[in-house]
T-cell receptor, first 115, second 109 residues
Framework: DTGVSQDPRHKITKRGQNVTFRCDPI?????LYWYRQTLGQGPEFLTYFQNEAQLEKSRLLSDRFSAERPKGSFSTLEIQRTEQGDSAMYLCASSSWVADTGELFFGEGSRLTVL | GENVEQHPSTLSVQEGDSAVIKCTYS??????FPWYKQELGKGPQLIIDIRSNVGEKKDQRIAVTLNKTAKHFSLHITETQPEDSAVYFCAEAGNQFYFGTGTSLTVIP
């Protein structure tokens, strides 16, 4: 399978703990996006990378959220001091961005439950 | 770029009937408008897209229309089948992709 993969698929944690999600994009894709999706809502944009550069991070929900893509390949999304309101599905997507366009390919998501 | 309105939120149709979902957007600079289908427990998958230099695009039973002047675009599914039942999202894209709130489509056999 050469699609976008996310790990873990499910994470249950206690409030106050830190969690990290990993995303492996399609190998030739230069752009990588993180979204959050809550029940009954569309994906909510968080941040994106072009290669290793984080081009937009103002949409990260708070300073407890951070993302990295150190070598322009896989990416991690970390949530520090989790709160119950952080419970959601975290989706990663990648695209081959050329000439101001590119189809988004999504992973299956990482579902976070904060107790 | 982030104000994408999608209607209706739920839609039930009889198998074989048509389904129409509508979206409006606010950013006149957006030039790419994809539609995604999301099944339970899975990530969204692209089903059709349209670029700003085109008014209509069709792929078998699925079509999308775009009115840039009015800033709205629509998804049309004809001859619906039970496997079309899912949540559908529209999106507008510049550098980021902004999604609508989704339409839960149920096709009744």
């Amino acid at each position: 399978d050469t699609g976008v993969s996310q790990d873990p698929r499910h994470k249950i944690t206690k409030r106050g703990q830190n969690v990290t999600f990993r995303c492996d994009p399609i190998s030739e894709h230069n752009r990588l996006y993180w979204y959050r999706q809550t029940l009954g809502q569309g994906p909510e944009f968080l941040t994106y990378f072009q290669n290793e550069a984080q081009l937009e991070k103002s949409r990260l929900l708070s300073d407890r959220f951070s993302a990295e893509r150190p070598k322009g390949s896989f990416s991690t999304l970390e949530i520090q001091r989790t709160e119950q309101g952080d419970s959601a599905m975290y989706l990663c997507a990648s695209s081959s961005w050329v000439a101001d366009t590119g189809e988004l390919f999504f992973g299956e998501g990482s579902r976070l439950t904060v107790l | 770029g982030e104000n994408v309105e999608q209607h209706p939120s739920t839609l039930s149709v009889q198998e074989g009937d048509s389904a129409v979902i509508k979206c409006t957007y606010s950013d006149s600079a957006s030039n790419y408008f994809p539609w995604y289908k999301q099944e339970l427990g899975k990530g969204p998958q692209l089903i059709i897209d349209i670029r700003s230099n085109v008014g209509e695009k069709k792929d078998q039973r699925i079509a999308v229309t775009l009115n840039k002047t009015a800033k709205h675009f629509s998804l049309h599914i004809t001859e619906t089948q039970p496997e079309d039942s899912a949540v559908y999202f529209c999106a507008e894209a510049g550098n980021q992709f902004y999604f609508g709130t989704g339409t839960s489509l149920t096709v009744i056999p």
